[in-house]
C-alpha cells in the first residue's frame, strides 16, 4: 500500500507532484498542504491538521473527509499524518513538502523516517532536488539518476560501515552521527552496497 503525504514546506513542483499523486492507493493533505493539492487541481483523501494555515475556508474544509486537531497537540501535524498512513496499511510512503521553511520541523520529519522504519515501513521524504530516507539493515541502493548520494549516521555511531560500488568506499568504518565524511559520494557503478552491522543510517540522493 503505497500513500502519499503532503506537507507545508517547500512546494514541489507540478510534475513531481503528479508523479507520485500517480502511484499512490491513498493521499493525505496536512493542513497547509491541501493547498498543494487545490493548486494543482487535485483531492486528497484525507485531511488531517488543525487547518490553522491553509487559505481554504473551514467551510469548504468541511466538504472534505478530514481529522481536526486542536492547535495545542502533543503531535506534528505529520506525525498523526503518519499514523494514519499506518492505520490504512502503509508499505511505503512519499513525503513531500516536508524540507524548506522551519527547520525544527524539518528535524521532526526527519524523525517520521525512523517511526516507519520501526514498523517496516519504507518512506521517502522528497522535493525537487533530494530524496531522503533511512534503513536500519544493510541495504543495495541502484543510481536512479541523481549527481550525488550520501550517508549520514541518525541517533548513534553506524558500526562497521562498508560500501561497494562508489566513488569513494569504505570499509568497516564506525560513522558517527553529523560526521561528513559519506557526505556528495557519487555512484561508480550502477549500484552501491551499503553493509553494516549496526546503527540507522540516513541515505540522502541530491541533485544540483
Known amino acids: 500500500m503505497k ?17 507520485y499523486k500517480e ?13 498543494v493539492f487545490l493548486d494543482f487541481n487535485s483531492k486528497p483523501d484525507y ?9 481554504l475556508s473551514k467551510e469548504k ?15 506534528t501535524d505529520s506525525e498523526l499524518g503518519l499514523e494514519k498512513a ?9 513525503l513531500l ?12 520529519n526527519i524523525g517520521l523516517l525512523k517511526k516507519a522504519i520501526e514498523k517496516d515501513i519504507k518512506a ?4 525537487d532536488k533530494n530524496i531522503i530516507t533511512m534503513t536500519k539493515e544493510s541495504i543495495v541502493i541502484e543510481n536512479i539518476g541523481m549527481k550525488y548520494v550520501s550517508f549520514y549516521a541518525y541517533g548513534g555511531n553506524v558500526e562497521n560501515l562498508t560500501l561497494k560500488g562508489s566513488k569513494y568506499e569504505l570499509n568497516n568504518y564506525e560513522l558517527k ?30 541533485q544540483d
Open 23 to 35: 502511484e499512490v492507493d491513498y493521499s493525505i493533505a496536512l493542513d497547509s498542504g491541501l493547498d
Open 47 to 55: 485531511l488531517l491538521g488543525d487547518f490553522d494555515s491553509t487559505k
Open 177 to 206: 552521527p553529523f560526521e561528513g565524511i559519506c557526505n556528495s559520494n557519487e555512484f561508480q557503478e550502477e549500484k552501491i552496497f551499503v553493509n553494516f552491522k549496526s546503527g540507522t543510517l540516513i541515505i540522502i540522493y541530491s
Open 97 to 108: 513538502a516536508m524540507t524548506g521553511g522551519r527547520l525544527d520541523h524539518f528535524m521532526a
Open 124 to 127: 521517502y521524504i522528497i522535493d
Open 86 to 94: 499506518i492505520e490504512l496499511g502503509a508499505t511505503e510512503i512519499y
Open 61 to 75: 474544509i468541511e466538504e472534505f473527509e478530514f481529522v481536526k486537531f486542536p492547535p495545542e497537540k502533543d503531535y
Open 3 to 19: 500513500i502519499l503525504m503532503v506537507g507545508g514546506g517547500e512546494r514541489p513542483s507540478i510534475e513531481l507532484f503528479n508523479k
